[in-house]
T-cell receptor, first 112, second 115 residues
Framework: DQQVKQNSPSLSVQEGRISILNCDYT??????FLWYKKYPAEGPTFLIS?????DKNEDGRFTVFLNKSAKHLSLHIVPSQPGDSAVYFCAASGGSNYKLTFGKGTLLTVNP | KAGVTQTPRYLIKTRGQQVTLSCSPI?????VSWYQQTPGQGLQFLFE???????NKGNFPGRFSGRQFSNSRSEMNVSTLELGDSALYLC??????????????FGSGTRLTVV
């Protein structure tokens, strides 16, 4: 039972355009959501997070939106750069449970 | 500030053997978690240790075990290796306070290949 789903295995965008990565979750107990970026042969790097009391969090080119009623979150990258090409993981955590439940990732390719 | 250090980076083992992986968290971080990454399943939670106590465990068989030492360093052990245990094993640490950001810092992982 996959509690965090990233339905798009891959996404390709042009440099300078917006990248939108989507994530859906099913567990209502999740109250904290994170996005990680991963390059090959490296561990995931924390990008940005959002608490369930917010619907938007922004950090430079990265913005995460949370729609609790739809159990959906998205990561917007504007403008996209070739260096953003990586696998992006959505993760969720909730209650007193500290573990992160990850989606399977979306491979973003930003073409010059 | 040194990051999360995992050793070894690569490992090849034979079916039936056992393996021990090591993780040194960021200085001051008391929580260490382990994850398994495979192409088909993504990142799956193995267990979390906080101040030498296992605080949470994922849905893995008893062949997977871990421990944490007083200096917060952690080891995970896999006994009776199976081909399906081939994966990237990632360790992550965080400071551990309930009030703090949940952003874990990951190491680069240990790539385990079982042949």
């Amino acid at each position: 039972d996959q509690q965090v789903k990233q339905n798009s295995p891959s996404l390709s965008v042009q440099e300078g355009r917006i990248s939108i990565l989507n994530c859906d979750y099913t567990n209502s107990m999740f109250d904290y959501f994170l996005w990680y970026k991963k390059y090959p042969a490296e561990g995931p790097t924390f990008l940005i997070s959002i608490s369930s009391i917010k619907d938007k969090n922004e950090d430079g080119r990265f913005t995460v939106f949370l729609n609790k009623s739809a159990k959906h979150l998205s990561l917007h990258i504007v403008p996209s750069q070739p260096g953003d090409s990586a696998v992006y993981f959505c993760a969720a955590s909730g209650g007193s449970n500290y573990k992160l439940t990850f989606g399977k990732g979306t491979l973003l390719t930003v073409n010059p | 500030k040194a990051g999360v250090t995992q050793t070894p980076r690569y490992l090849i083992k034979t079916r039936g053997q056992q393996v021990t992986l090591s993780c040194s968290p960021i200085s001051g971080h008391r929580s260490v978690s382990w994850y398994q990454q495979t192409p088909g399943q993504g990142l799956q939670f193995l267990f979390e240790y906080f101040s030498e106590t296992q605080r949470n465990k994922g849905n893995f068989p008893g062949r997977f075990s871990g421990r944490q030492f007083s200096n917060s360093r952690s080891e995970m052990n896999v006994s009776t290796l199976e081909l399906g245990d081939s994966a990237l094993y990632l360790c992550a640490s965080r400071a551990g306070s309930l009030l703090e950001n949940y952003g874990y810092t990951f190491g680069s992982g240990t790539r385990l290949t079982v042949v």
